[in-house]
């Protein structure tokens, strides 16, 4: 996203936490200033050090920081503000950070920001993608995978630079704010579609075993008890149950949003990993 907006011509300042996030800003063309979002104090002074014209919020706002964000912005004069939230509001499951996530909006709707709130569905594509990257790898390894409930209910990923894309036209556009979009891929697909899509990306023809949900959750609700880090939570098997398609037509109107196929962006994340 960053060397996006350097492309479009705008001068970026990121929050840093520590020496990595500084080097790695600067690698892609920005400058940072320190700050800490466990200390409003910092991002206060960060915020007015930066004399920014338009705030864009990547941070997750399911951590409780929605406060010191909104409140550092509106402190140093910010009139205009992109958030990041998600589509995992609208889950029906009992999820810990679905009422701090909901707040985070409430605390951004109610402030004085010319804000907008972007709500991507499951992000994919970049280097550092935990979802579709872990997919890929497993398919390299081996075709045979594992669908809890048969993967029949639907997904909608959306790739990271079509997401970044929605972002600077929300930066751009007038018509954004006061607005919430969901960014979304062109069409929902289901699960186990996602499977043999990712596998043609590999070049593996995937051979899938069906798993009973039920069953696969109390084995993952056991692991998560023994492991530290878990790299596979209970929650988001038991988020394969639930359909997550999303229309983006209101998205498409304003911000011009076309998002990319999923088979195309897969290849290409493929590509990019290897």
Request: net charge positive.
């Amino acid at each position: 996203m960053v060397a996006d907006a350097i492309r479009e011509g705008h001068h970026i300042t990121g929050l840093a936490r520590s020496a990595a996030a500084v080097r790695a800003l600067e690698r892609a063309g920005a400058q940072a200033v320190p700050g800490d979002l466990d200390d409003p104090a910092s991002v206060d002074a960060a915020f007015r050090a930066a004399k920014g014209d338009v705030l864009i919020n990547i941070a997750s706002l399911g951590f409780g920081h929605a406060n010191v964000i909104v409140s550092a912005a509106e402190a140093a004069g910010l009139n205009r503000a992109i958030f990041i939230s998600t589509t995992a509001i609208f889950t029906t499951l009992p999820a810990a950070t679905k009422q701090i996530r909901t707040e985070a909006e409430k605390t951004v709707t109610s402030s004085s920001l010319g804000w907008t709130i972007l709500r991507p569905t499951m992000i994919y594509g970049g280097p550092d993608d935990r979802n579709m990257a872990r997919l890929l790898a497993a398919l390299r390894r081996s075709p045979l995978l594992p669908l809890p409930g048969g993967g029949k209910r639907l997904q909608q990923p959306v790739h990271v630079d079509d997401l970044a894309s929605a972002v600077l036209a929300a930066v751009r556009l007038d018509a954004s704010i006061g607005r919430s979009y969901t960014i979304a891929g062109p069409e929902a697909l289901t699960f186990r579609k996602v499977v043999e899509e990712a596998g043609a990306a590999v070049g593996r023809r995937v051979v899938t075993v069906t798993l009973p949900l039920r069953t696969t959750l109390a084995v993952a609700r056991g692991y998560e008890r023994l492991a530290a880090r878990p790299p596979l939570r209970a929650e988001q098997i038991a988020r394969l149950a639930e359909d997550k398609a999303f229309s983006i037509a209101d998205a498409a109107a304003d911000l011009g949003f076309a998002p990319r196929p999923f088979d195309q962006g897969i290849r290409a994340e493929a590509a990019l990993l290897t």
